[in-house]
């Protein structure tokens, strides 16, 4: 039998809940010359009657007598592997089915190139793309990553293939439970063997709470970093030549060791004065009198522009009573673009300047702990605020506390788990939020009842009753209208308006929010840059002249501009992602784009440029349905009265 070009090596411990998927995404790999090594690690779960549930020749399966750990195992197989490579692969990840084609291809042509990685993309526990690590984005050649490793690491472990030979000649430290991957890197780099990385991401990394990588970063970065640095210190004296490499590392060990001590020393401070401090507060509160007659107190991260904000700006407005309600603040805004919204509904109080130092804001959560306290009828409403969660548990019980999740992101949600048994609503904006928590709370074993806590409230926009027959011109106009951050990706819009330009396809590209001076420059001659607009009044008129709006977000909830858009008749063109697909039915009211990795997103933009070009008599059909969709579905009649429904109790005699 001849021997496979690629063994996989994929160890497993206690992984039921996502092997099926990790085990799917290799057998279903366009490369099919390859071996499937899966050893199962001493689990407890049913991870071996899932492993072995499956009839695939190229698997082949493998029991550790005792749990050996992550090295020692990968060790174990890399001595069965048969493969002329080695290819990595978690039991809790997903591989893009061209990963290993991507990868055998490179290393092929690559004759020099002893270790090949991809770029990935961080994934939650249910699924949902978190966005990117920035030391995979940053470091792609050779020099990039051995200057950066002495640093930090920023390399993916479950993306490696390396060649066998290199792989069985250095091996993993079996004394490094958790970072036996970071320092291999180390170990071949300072001996300049040749590590590469594939400039696209070709594998969704799942990140959780209980995962190796969490459990170390919850001690610091700094904890891993000194742990694999000592180790691959240690190992490089046995030589009697030090290289430059080796003195790099060695000085970035001693900048971890003093940033790891001064950082633990900071938080057992604060740790300890915690407590007291907030007590302190609550003391002081008790002197001052009542600020909040209303007995609502909204406290809310931001007044800058913002979907969020409009939202808890529109709630706000929802929230009729004869005294204003109180809403607090405690982030800096980075404008005060919709400040005057909540300005006219409420008082508005900003803390942010406050709340900079630990010391003075757990002295002013004291104080607010007393002011809502002293009310004999009050409610809080906040969303995705650390502050709030921590003052939860010195609220009374006859205090309605309410908490808002716009979209699940792997972030706060997780933090928030302590506190989920103070809070009486949870509220989400559409049902995959609501399923994203579900899953969460699953995941972690609590209680079926807090389902029912979670309440559903859409948001809504307001519908113009009428809208002016849209004229399309022979140049189609496309809109894209938000922020410049990471998971929004503009940089797939200005790409695909860069190549309409060069391929002279009629299209204008607008892009309307606050987008960096630097990206503008670059590409100032294929898109038209307004800037940040505040007024809807100049927005409704964009919306009128555009065609499309594009959405090329790697992680949505369902984005209020596709509303407000959708609204008049604007198409839109999104990636597959969030509550988005629940409401766009592609070619009948917009269009969704499937494809994953972002130069092929881009095809896929100017191939649906291409089509509706072509057939012009879609775009009309597309935008009526558009527009008849949203008045049907968006529209606010029931948004406040579900808000005020759920608030009822403070308005009750």
């Not at 991260?301 to 809403?327: M, Q, R, S, W």
């Not at 605020?385 to 309410?402: A, D, R």
């Not at 959708?566 to 198409?571: L, N």
């Amino acid at each position: 039998m001849n021997k496979p070009k690629v063994s996989v090596l994929m160890p497993v411990y206690n992984g039921e809940k996502f092997l099926r998927k990790a085990i799917d995404s290799i057998l279903r790999q366009t490369f099919t010359d390859f071996e499937f090594l899966i050893i199962n690690d001493a689990s407890t779960d049913n991870s071996k009657e899932i492993i072995l549930s499956y009839n695939d020749k190229r698997i082949k399966y493998f029991e550790n007598e005792k749990n050996l750990g992550v090295a020692k195992t990968l060790n174990k197989g890399m001595k069965l592997a048969k493969g002329k490579y080695i290819a990595r692969m978690d039991a809790d990840d997903i591989s893009f089915p061209e990963r290993l084609k991507e990868q055998v291809n490179y290393l092929d042509n690559h004759s020099y190139c002893d270790v090949v990685v991809t770029k990935i993309y961080i994934m939650d526990i249910c699924g949902n793309v978190l966005g990117k690590w920035k030391e995979d984005q940053e470091n792609i050649t050779f020099r990039q990553i051995k200057k950066q490793l002495p640093i930090s690491n920023c390399l993916a472990h479950p993306t490696v293939m390396v060649k066998s030979s290199i792989l069985r000649q250095y091996g993993y430290c079996g004394n490094l439970r958790h970072s036996s991957d970071y320092e291999l890197w180390l170990r071949l780099c300072s001996d300049e063997r040749r590590i590469e990385k594939i400039d696209e991401e070709l594998v969704y990394y799942r990140t959780r709470p209980d995962s190796i990588t969490s459990i170390t970063l919850k001690r610091g970065s700094s904890y891993k970093n000194i742990q694999t640095k000592v180790q691959f210190i240690f190992g490089r004296t046995k030589r009697l030549k030090t290289r430059y490499f080796e003195i790099k590392t060695s000085l970035y060990l001693l900048k971890d060791v003093f940033s790891f001590g001064f950082t633990n020393l900071r938080k057992n401070i604060i740790d300890v004065l915690k407590e007291p401090l907030i007590n302190i507060g609550i003391t002081i509160g008790r002197i001052i009198p009542s600020i909040n007659p209303s007995g609502i107190f909204f406290i809310f991260l931001f007044y800058h522009i913002g979907g969020a904000e409009k939202v808890h700006a529109d709630i706000v407005n929802c929230i009729k009573t004869e005294k204003k309600p109180l809403i607090i603040f405690t982030n800096h805004s980075n404008n005060k673009s919709l400040k005057y919204l909540f300005e006219r509904n409420g008082h508005v109080l900003d803390l942010s300047p406050l709340l900079f130092l630990k010391i003075t804001r757990y002295l002013m959560a004291g104080i607010l702990i007393s002011q809502i306290n002293k009310c004999p009828r009050a409610v809080t409403f906040s969303s995705n605020n650390l502050l709030y969660y921590e003052i939860l548990k010195y609220l009374k019980p006859n205090v309605l506390k309410i908490d808002l999740t716009h979209i699940f992101e792997g972030g706060i949600e997780y933090q928030s788990l302590s506190y989920i048994n103070k809070i009486d609503y949870r509220v989400v904006i559409n049902d995959k939020t609501k399923s994203d928590i579900c899953c969460l709370y699953k995941y972690h074993g609590f209680d079926k009842e807090l389902i029912n806590k979670i309440v559903v409230i859409e948001n809504k926009v307001d519908i113009p009753k009428t809208i002016p027959q849209k004229k399309h011109s022979n140049i189609l106009k496309f809109v894209y209208v938000g922020r410049w951050s990471e998971e929004k990706r503009v940089y797939l819009i200005l790409e695909s308006a860069k190549l309409c330009f060069e391929k002279k396809i009629p299209a204008d590209f607008t892009i309307i929010g606050d987008i960096p001076t630097s990206i503008k420059n670059q590409y100032r001659k294929y898109c038209f840059f307004t800037g940040e607009i505040k007024s809807f009044d100049t927005m409704k008129k964009y919306y009128k002249k555009a065609d499309f709006i594009l959405i090329t977000s790697m992680r949505e909830g369902f984005p209020l501009v596709v509303m407000e858009t959708m609204a008049y008749g604007v198409i839109p063109i999104s990636t597959n992602v969030g509550n988005i697909p629940f409401h766009i039915k592609s070619w009948q009211n917009g269009i969704i784009i499937e494809d994953k990795t972002e130069s092929d997103i881009v095809k896929k933009i100017l191939e649906i440029i291409d089509k509706v070009n072509k057939k012009r008599s879609l775009i009309n059909k597309i935008s009526q349905n558009a527009r008849r969709y949203a008045v049907k579905h968006f529209h606010s009649k029931f948004f406040c009265y579900k808000y005020n429904q759920l608030m009822q109790k403070v308005f009750q005699e």
